[in-house]
């Protein structure tokens, strides 16, 4: 039969709103110093202090964060206490291990590692007492080293839990999480593994959020309890996957006073003694919430346990939509918990609802209330037991009938079908490679401004940009002079600064001049014109002196038409150098612009310099925003596989750097939204080097991108904010290519708009800018194929990709700079496009990436792409080092 529901369970649940925990801002990043693996027993926890100094020198608000470095995973630590607001950051494929010497988690009696009446001998791994708004965060692993044999003794800490069991005593264990009397403490994502004792404890808190938890122990691991709630209020527990030795949840109450606002939602649990309330409930629980749950392979399910030792009242409690299976005693609700207690505190069980409760394999179901005047009161909707289940019921009151009968067939046959998930493997792979100190000095700007030609073939070419007389900021002596406000001599002197670059290279081919560099001074001033450089036998240097009052802007983007843009600018390349000219005619014809006919400042010379000018392309800066638009009543989902094709995207470059080697920018700021900065390698792929300091770049997607070589040193990037995402960088870089895109003591911002702390910006997708199909993934197209070929194409539904798209793999390093709240702190690097369209490339972070992509894409690198084998040593590709987040 199906019961009827009652009333009673109002506000079962915790009262805050809980979304998912936000990482915090990094006060200190530590490097591993131990290789991965089990730390092992006689470890001397070297790293204690190191962790425990790194968390008292943060302020509140932020966190530690251990990453890996060259190959070494682990940290090992005695007991550490968690200051009030800082918190702990440990990256994928990191693990922190807790120390088997029991003098380093003595309380000074001598006793922890040992058995005794009392069992209070050891201090937690680690411990939350009296703080606020402090947690764990990151994919990465605290390991108890339960099983690890303890240092100078022959058994593991569960041996001797075990043999206390034996012995009717307690083991002196360390806990491995424990938090008192503290407000809004947040786990999110770690995985905690072979606890001594209870993995997290909470006494006395209000507020706590474990979120996307795992935690994995062994079955046989004596009182390694998942996550307990004691006489604490406002709990989340949601989207976690728990395994363990005990109870895999157990909400208790005992003298410190109720349990009360509890959600558990979205969750698994495998091994344990199952979703327990109890055993002790002398304080209360009132107003749990227990929803979404899949039991495989608990010793009980659903288990409220108690006994007039320790027994209180336990009072509106929901259980929704919870799938078991594989289970020995699916429902236990028993006050008679312990067999011998004795005491005079009466557990008492009421209001207690089931819905949509299947157990789908057979199990006892028991429900014992004290006595008739204390039965177990609830009430049923859609439960169902498999056949052959037993039953053992006492004292029990059911809303709506006199009989306690459950249905051996779901109402809702297919509420299970989905529920159960495997246990999640880790995620050993990090989503932010960092660099070891060694590797990073192959980054610093000497080494990687130091090589040039052809990709995979570059020479040593010494260039240090910053020993030229432009950085140490000189009086330089100006050949031409550029004033908006001047009356023009035609030889000297101009009123624009086209006009001095076109006498500048006149007078050249004239033999005029013999100096080894041409400088233009540029006043202060608005000059509203484009900035054509061809290429030059003697370098130009573009200068001003002051940034924010020396600007050249136009507003031109890539929708633009040949017709508009020659309407336009035809007067001012007329009469110009033949050079210029060329420039300028190879755009005024095209349909439209294109993104690489929009530049403001474009330059071939090489040794190209510009200082404290501002260069603008003014697309759009009178609205805020540079978003794609779609062609009127044609508007399809920007997600779709054909998408791109319907919608007019409006680059618009700042500046363009067209093969120009050894380009350098000191003190100037690029203003634009999509591909402010186009930097474009030499002929045949020729490296070409940029060098920026102390400039300033803002843009909204993509507005870092190209082929060359370019370090970008002391130099703020900013994200204007109207997208919902956003890409500073697409480096093309070639794979056999040296270097792509290093950022150097910079500082990646954002203007401050809505979307400012989302955490769902980038610091740059690989561009993967010819594609017509990807290789890397299924489309959703019927017959859908994509090979490689002579040409990139796209023909539904198969297609071809040439080997130069798949070469141009991108490379970016970050290194000593700070990195803004709106960069997503777990992913920063993104893929290109989303999997399952046309476009999708993944994230690749190293040539071993780049090799194993291919054989997923069964293309045969050595056959097909001509290597003789992986590359060796591997090649970065996406990296960082030592940065600070905000």
Not at 64 to 90: D, E, H, M, P
Not at 406 to 426: G, H, I, K, V
Not at 699 to 717: K, L, N, R, S, W
Request: charged share 20%; with cysteine.
């Amino acid at each position: 039969m199906t019961a009827l529901l009652f009333s009673g369970t109002a506000n079962a649940q915790d009262s805050r709103q809980v979304k998912e925990p936000q990482t915090p801002a990094i006060c200190i990043v530590l490097a591993a110093q131990m290789e991965s693996g089990k730390a092992g027993a006689e470890s001397r926890a070297p790293d204690t202090q190191l962790l425990q100094t790194a968390i008292d020198a943060c302020r509140p608000g932020q966190a530690v964060r251990l990453r890996s470095r060259n190959g070494k995973t682990a940290f090992v630590s005695g007991a550490l206490q968690l200051r009030s607001g800082v918190s702990l950051l440990i990256d994928s494929g990191v693990t922190l291990y807790a120390s088997t010497r029991p003098l380093d988690y003595d309380r000074g009696a001598g006793t922890c590692g040992t058995n005794d009446d009392k069992g209070k001998g050891c201090k937690p791994f680690i411990t939350i007492d009296h703080a606020k708004g402090s947690g764990i965060y990151g994919e990465g692993v605290i390991d108890g080293q339960g099983g690890e044999r303890i240092s100078g003794k022959e058994e593991s800490w569960w041996q001797i839990a075990r043999r206390a069991q034996r012995e009717n005593n307690r083991q002196n264990v360390p806990r491995l999480i424990e938090i008192t009397q503290s407000n809004d403490i947040t786990l999110h994502n770690i995985t905690l593994r072979n606890s001594p004792n209870f993995h997290v404890t909470l006494n006395q808190v209000d507020g706590f959020t474990a979120w996307g938890v795992r935690i994995d122990t062994p079955a046989n691991a004596r009182n390694t309890d998942g996550i307990d709630p004691i006489s604490s209020r406002n709990i989340t527990i949601a989207n976690s996957y728990i395994r363990t030795g005990d109870d895999n949840v157990a909400i208790k109450a005992g003298n410190n006073g109720p349990t009360e606002n509890i959600t558990i939602r979205n969750n698994h649990f495998y091994s344990g003694h199952g979703m327990s309330i109890g055993s002790e409930t002398n304080g209360g629980v009132s107003n749990v919430l227990i929803e979404n749950l899949s039991m495989d392979g608990t010793t009980s399910g659903l288990r409220i346990k108690s006994d007039i030792s320790r027994g209180g009242l336990v009072q509106n409690i929901s259980y929704r939509n919870v799938c078991i299976r594989n289970v020995k005693a699916p429902i236990d609700f028993d006050t008679h918990y312990g067999k011998t207690a004795t005491g005079d505190l009466i557990p008492q069980y009421r209001n207690i609802k089931l819905e949509h409760v299947q157990s789908l394999t057979p199990g006892k179901i028991i429900l014992r209330g004290y006595d008739a005047a204390r039965p177990i009161q609830f009430a049923l909707q859609d439960v169902s037991v498999a056949d052959k289940s037993s039953s053992q019921f006492e004292h029990v009151q059911l809303a709506g009938s006199d009989k306690v009968i459950f249905d051996s067939l779901a109402a809702n046959p297919q509420q299970c079908t989905q529920a159960f998930a495997a246990y999640p493997e880790l995620q050993t792979v990090s989503k932010r490679p960092q660099l070891d100190a060694q590797t990073a000095r192959d980054f610093a700007y000497a080494e990687v401004l130091k090589y040039a030609g052809l990709p995979g073939k570059e020479q040593i070419s010494p260039w240090d940009p910053r020993s030229e007389p432009i950085a140490a900021d000189p009086q330089l002596t100006p050949d031409y002079i550029v004033d908006a406000n001047a009356v023009p001599d035609g030889v000297r002197i101009f009123r624009q600064v086209q006009a001095a670059v076109n006498q500048a290279i006149t007078d050249l081919d004239k033999g005029k001049t013999s100096r080894q560099r041409i400088h233009i001074f540029i006043k202060p001033g608005t000059y509203r014109e484009l900035v054509y450089v061809p290429d030059t036998t003697v370098p130009i240097t573009l200068y001003g002196s002051d940034a924010a009052t020396t600007r050249i802007t136009v507003n031109l983007d890539a929708a633009t038409t040949g017709s508009s843009y020659t309407a336009q600018f035809s007067a001012q390349f007329s009469g110009t150098h033949q050079s210029i000219k060329a420039m300028h005619e190879g755009l005024k014809d095209r349909p439209t612009l294109g993104t690489f006919g929009t530049a403001v400042l474009w330059v071939k010379s090489p040794g190209f310099q510009a200082k404290n000018l501002t260069i603008e392309n003014a697309y759009n800066k009178d609205k805020g925003n540079a978003r794609a638009d779609c062609q009127p009543g044609n508007c399809p989902d920007e997600n779709s596989i054909y998408a791109r094709s319907q919608m007019v995207h409006h680059q618009a470059l700042a500046v363009m750097l067209d093969g120009a080697d050894k380009s350098h920018f000191d003190g100037v700021r690029m203003l634009g939204f999509q591909d402010t900065l186009y930097m474009k390698s030499g002929k045949d792929g020729q490296t070409a080097r940029q060098f920026f300091q102390r400039s300033y770049i803002e843009g909204d997607v993509d507005f870092i991108f190209g082929d060359a070589t370019a370090y970008f040193f002391e130099t703020e990037i900013k994200t204007l904010g109207e997208r919902n995402s956003s890409y500073v960088g697409a480096p093309s870089t070639n794979v056999k290519s040296r270097y792509g895109f290093v950022f150097d003591h910079c500082r990646f911002t954002h203007d401050g708009s809505s979307h400012a702390l989302a955490g769902k910006f980038s610091l740059a997708r690989q561009w993967f800018h010819n594609e017509r199909c990807t290789p890397y993934a299924p489309v959703p197209v019927p017959g859908y194929d994509c090979q490689i070929g002579e040409v990139d194409q796209f023909n539904s539904p198969t297609g071809t990709i040439r080997r130069q798209t798949l070469e141009s793999v991108g490379k970016m390093v970050v290194m000593n700079s700070v990195i803004g709240a709106h960069i997503n702190k777990k992913q920063p690097w993104s893929d290109w496009n989303k999997k399952g369209t046309l476009p999708y490339r993944p994230a690749q972070f190293s040539s071993d990436d780049y090799w194993a992509n291919l054989l997923a894409a069964k293309i045969d690198p050595i056959k097909q792409m001509g290597y003789a084998g992986p590359f060796s040593p591997v090649r970065i590709f996406l990296a960082e080092f030592n940065n600070t987040e905000e």
